[in-house]
């Protein structure tokens, strides 16, 4: 059974740094494309970063390019995502998202397993 569980969320001020992590169970991790998505207070889930199993193909959404990275350890089993210069407008609960092909793809419905999300506060 796949499981993907995310820790490191918490309540920030702007400008601040968090690191959220993605430990997965359950599955050859190194054979799946990894993605970060987040959902804000009454808004659809958004596509923030996605990286493929051998890291040549990562994706970032353009409200977050130069200043969040993600990364995996495919040794631990775990998908990372660093934030830097957070922004009130980052707030959300961040999820964790995992599918078995080898390209990164935007969508929410491509992935099929998710985390249970770990929220992600920024004030101003």
């Known amino acids: 059974q796949v499981q993907l569980v995310e820790s490191g969320g918490g309540l920030v001020q702007a400008g601040d740094s968090l690191r959220l992590s993605c430990v997965v169970s359950?599955?050859?991790?190194?054979?799946?494309?990894m993605a970060w998505f987040r959902q804000a207070p009454g808004r659809e889930r958004t596509f923030v970063a996605g990286?493929?199993?051998?890291?040549?193909?990562?994706l970032y959404a353009d409200s977050v390019k130069g200043r969040f990275t993600i990364s995996r350890n495919n040794t631990r089993n775990t998908v990372y995502l660093r934030m830097n210069s957070l922004k009130p407008e980052d707030t959300g609960v961040y999820y964790c998202?995992?599918?078995?092909?080898?390209?990164?793809?935007?969508?929410?419905?491509?992935?099929?397993?998710w985390g249970q999300g770990t929220q992600v506060t920024v004030s101003s």
């Open positions: 998202a995992a599918a078995r092909f080898s390209v990164v793809d935007r969508r929410e419905r491509s992935y099929t397993s």
């Open positions: 359950g599955v050859t991790f190194g054979t799946y494309t």
């Open positions: 990286i493929n199993w051998d890291v040549r193909r990562i």
